[in-house]
């Protein structure tokens, strides 16, 4: 038995079975979700930025000829994305489509991104940025960093430092409004994916854990060991990620407090990016078809 429901799918092997939502997506790399529809990036010269409805259909192309788009973030209008090249822009669509439009130069390969009410933020070479959502003049927030993933909510950036010694990786954060970058984790092996609650900061890191820390600092505990994670993402009960692997690749997921993990999905091939809605997890698997998927949570 599974021991959640499945929505309908079967339950095999004790897992509920995954759903495909899209395949032949090279280089499918970062993924978002609505309440609609679930949109990714096509990572490759010349790439795409696609949507499809989330109940399933026929992926659509909102955006052709970019230049390695690499992350993507969602809000009610707009897709935003980065394009990963050396002086790549930030970009957005509407969301139904149309004509792109340039917000910004992003800098030396700008490399994950995040939204706000009012901005986008970004992350490039040793740079944290922003610019209004309808485009301007970049700010820079915070220099003389490695940032790896970005996330914000209504009064601070959040963003995973690499270090050049693995093992002096932080967990960061600033003001949006700019000023002294403070470090709320200090002493991490290589943090990569970041995530948020109300209260919290949630990252992945290559010594195989997960972790949580306050907003404010202090403590970090750790949630999870010995996986491989990438991409980490929440909701108000639990923490989900990646462990990015090759045929044996897995979507899992262990309780904010912590706990012993469950894996949602197996045989994986290079999961990704990861996204969660009310019902479903997200991901997209890097391989050389390109899948999109969801499984229930």
């Known amino acids: ?76 209008s707009s897709v935003y994305w980065v394009n990963y090249a050396q002086m790549g822009d930030v970009m ?58 970005i996330a914000v909510d209504s009064t601070s950036v959040y963003w995973t430092h690499y270090d050049d010694d693995i093992t002096m990786g932080r967990v960061m954060k600033v003001s949006i409004g700019g000023g002294i970058p403070t470090s709320l984790a200090e002493g991490q092996v290589g943090p990569t994916g970041i995530a948020l609650d109300a209260d919290n900061v949630y990252w992945a890191s290559d010594d195989g854990t997960v972790r949580r820390v306050s907003k404010d600092g202090g403590g970090h505990t750790i949630l999870a060991e010995r996986q491989y994670p990438s991409a980490v993402a929440v909701d108000d009960v639990n923490v989900y990620w990646t462990n990015y692997d090759d045929d044996t ?9 912590g706990g012993t993990p469950i894996t949602l999905a197996a045989g994986q091939k290079y999961p990704t990016s990861i996204a969660v809605d009310a019902t479903y997890v997200y991901w997209t698997n890097y391989d050389d078809s390109g899948t999109v998927m969801k499984v229930a949570k």
Not at 43 to 66: C, H
Not at 251 to 257: G, I, L, P, Q, S
């Open 92 to 149: 957005k669509v509407p969301v139904g489509g149309g004509t792109s439009m340039s917000l910004a130069n992003g800098g030396n390969y700008p490399s994950r991104i995040a939204v706000s009410a009012t901005s986008i933020y970004w992350t490039s070479s040793g740079q944290v940025k922003k610019v209004p959502i309808a485009g301007g003049a970049p700010t820079t927030l915070a220099e003389q960093q490695n940032p790896v993933d």
């Open 249 to 257: 690749g897995l979507v899992m997921k262990v309780a904010k407090d």
């Open 1 to 76: 038995m599974c021991g959640r429901s499945c929505l309908e799918q079967p339950c095999t092997e004790a897992l509920c079975e995954p759903i495909v939502l899209a395949t032949g997506q090279p280089d499918a790399s970062a993924i978002a979700v609505d309440a609609d529809s679930v949109y990714w990036t096509n990572r490759v010269y010349e790439g795409k930025v696609m949507k499809l409805p989330i109940g399933g259909g026929t992926p659509v192309s909102l955006v052709q000829e970019q230049n390695h788009p690499i992350d993507i973030a969602v809000d009610a």
